[in-house]
């Protein structure tokens, strides 16, 4: 069966913030300069901000260059920061790190604490506004190419396929979806992106990309402990010697989102970065916040840490990375949605300017990978380079340290002092040991009301797979999990997945075997990042 086919200017794969941005600017370019585009954007969530996580602080620097009117055409951000706090936390106490010792650029003034959901819809609507076209509940499948190798656009996938692979009655074909130039925007890990990276060799020059996860609840809580505009950052217990830490951002209406983020470079395969979520809940200071509310959502996302190190290389013949999928998070000011919308406004106005030269345009958009060198996009990363990698190199206390006076050294302009950049030097899946080399962590029980089981918490990620569907989730070795992740590494995929997605049963036989409920996924994509083996491929 052939596919039907629609032509644009510009394709977008992903309607996160990034993606929303780039269609946006894409538009107000094209009248700016008396251009007629035509701009898709694909989202394969059910409708734009159904897959983003709800709760984030962030700097407007970006919402301001690209819709400067924001507040008077009803954006989202009505809750501005007034009270940031940094806990070091112990197993039963904590201290507050005084506002002097932090550097500036860690400050929180002049943001905002929202519903990262809602401020995605907002995006969504200014970008029909201006005649983008947004097709949600189409996921992006396939990369198409032209014959001389130039990315020719993308086809979604083919829909009522059952999980044999066979056609059911409401069987669909996907329809390819042509452009002069396709962004990805996928976030984090996408699919897609890392075929194009192996594919034109994006990340020959950069450094592998380093991970965490994020785990992240959404809370009613009572009135009385509600205090809007706070935000508390954490670090320490439960993670003595780990790298990640703690959130939790006072929002509207007496909710607050509280999330823990586990790097993915750990050693030990007995750690479970969702029972690590568990326990800090239950570290006193912390669940204070909690008693007498209701947990109302749960979600879980890798999220990148690489920072300027491991940024790939942007652009290739016939398209462009832009938001997390090429990773641009700021890890120590935790926040990456203002440098993903920039990336995304510079794409766009390098592809918009090279259809305008016809022709002779600029088929390997080189001017946004020069845009993002020269912007402050570059400056945001680069001043905060080595904080992350430093925690890797000399350990927990020493890193901060550290981290601590690099960022000091580039906040006062002093910069060329520290002129070096630590380098990654494993994949984090290359860093985890053998089982036989580590101790068991035995982890509490949930007791449903702070904690919660796997299970319980899947139920409120929004996620929705049918049973008789195609696994999304692919092994390249069925014999893998069991001969070496199981015998080795104490079958790691059952505690480093959020959602209970992986488990070890008994067949027939009394063998154990790995069992996929690929129902339960709630799109982390952890497994394809931390699997010891990179046997698994999250699609």
């Known amino acids: 069966m052939e596919r039907e086919s629609m032509d644009f200017d510009i394709v977008i794969v992903g309607g996160g913030p990034s993606g929303l941005s780039a269609a946006i600017r894409c538009m107000q370019f094209a009248q700016e300069n008396d251009q007629e585009l035509t ?204 790298v990640g830490g703690g959130f939790i951002y006072y929002q509207e209406k007496n909710q607050v989102a509280i999330g823990f983020v586990s790097a993915l470079d750990y050693e030990n395969p007995y750690f479970s970065p969702y029972e690590e979520m568990q326990r800090y809940k239950n570290h006193p200071a912390v669940r204070e916040i909690l008693e007498g509310g209701r947990r109302v959502a749960y979600g879980a996302r890798a999220i990148n840490e ?70 402050w996009v570059y400056k945001d990363l680069y001043k905060v380079r080595n904080a992350r990698p430093a925690l890797s190199k000399f350990g927990i206390a020493l890193g901060t340290l550290y981290a601590g006076f690099d960022m000091w050294m580039n906040n006062l302009g002093l910069g060329f002092l520290v002129p070096w950049t630590f380098k990654y030097t494993h994949k984090d899946n290359e860093a985890t040991k053998e089982s036989v080399a580590c101790d068991p962590i035995n982890y509490p029980k949930p007791d449903g009301v702070i904690t919660f089981d796997k299970l319980s918490s899947v139920f409120l990620s929004n996620t929705n797979h049918e049973e008789d569907q195609p696994c999304h989730l692919k092994l390249a070795d069925s014999s893998v999990p069991t001969s070496i992740n199981l015998a080795k590494y104490a079958g790691i995929e059952v505690r480093f997945c959020p959602a209970g997605v992986y488990e070890f049963i008994d067949d027939a036989s009394g063998e154990q075997r790995l069992q996929i409920n690929s129902q339960n996924c709630v799109h982390c994509k952890t497994c394809d990042i931390k699997d010891v083996t990179q046997n698994i491929t999250w699609t």
């Not at 197993?91 to 400050?107: D, R």
């Not at 130039?181 to 897609?192: D, I, K, V």
Request: glycine share 12%; net charge negative.
């Open 306 to 375: 690489g920072g300027l190190q491991s940024v790939p290389k942007l652009s290739f013949p016939g398209g462009a990375l832009i938001g997390c999928s090429a990773g641009f998070v700021n890890v120590p000011r935790i926040k990456g949605t203002h440098n993903a919308m920039k990336s995304g406004m510079m794409a766009a106005e390098a592809a918009v300017a090279a259809i305008a030269g016809g022709s002779q345009g600029d088929l390997q958009l080189t001017s946004y990978q020069k845009a993002y060198e020269n912007s």
């Open 39 to 242: 701009v898709c954007v694909l989202e394969k969530g059910s409708e734009i901000g159904a897959h983003i996580l709800s709760g984030a602080v962030i700097d407007p620097i970006a919402l301001n260059e690209l819709i400067p009117d924001w507040k008077e055409k009803g954006a989202p951000l009505n809750v501005p920061v007034t009270d940031n706090q940094h806990w070091i936390l112990s197993e039963n106490g904590k201290k507050k790190m005084p506002h002097i010792l932090m550097p500036p650029m860690l400050s929180n003034k002049g943001m905002y604490s929202l519903s990262l959901g809602n401020f995605t819809r907002w995006l969504g609507e200014q970008a029909e506004a201006l005649g983008v076209e947004i097709y949600p509940g189409f996921a992006a499948a396939e990369i198409l190419y032209h014959e001389d190798g130039r990315v020719r656009g993308v086809a979604t996938g083919n829909m009522g396929v059952g999980a044999d692979r066979s056609h059911k009655a409401a069987f669909m074909m996907g329809m390819e979806l042509l452009a002069k130039y396709t962004f990805f925007a996928e976030g984090c890990r996408g699919s897609l992106t890392k075929e194009l990276e192996a594919r034109f060799g994006l990340r020959d020059e950069c450094c592998d990309q380093t991970y965490g996860l994020g785990i992240k609840e959404l809370w009613d809580i009572s009135p009385d402990k509600h205090i809007e505009g706070r935000v508390i950052h954490t670090q320490g217990w439960p993670l003595t010697d780990l």
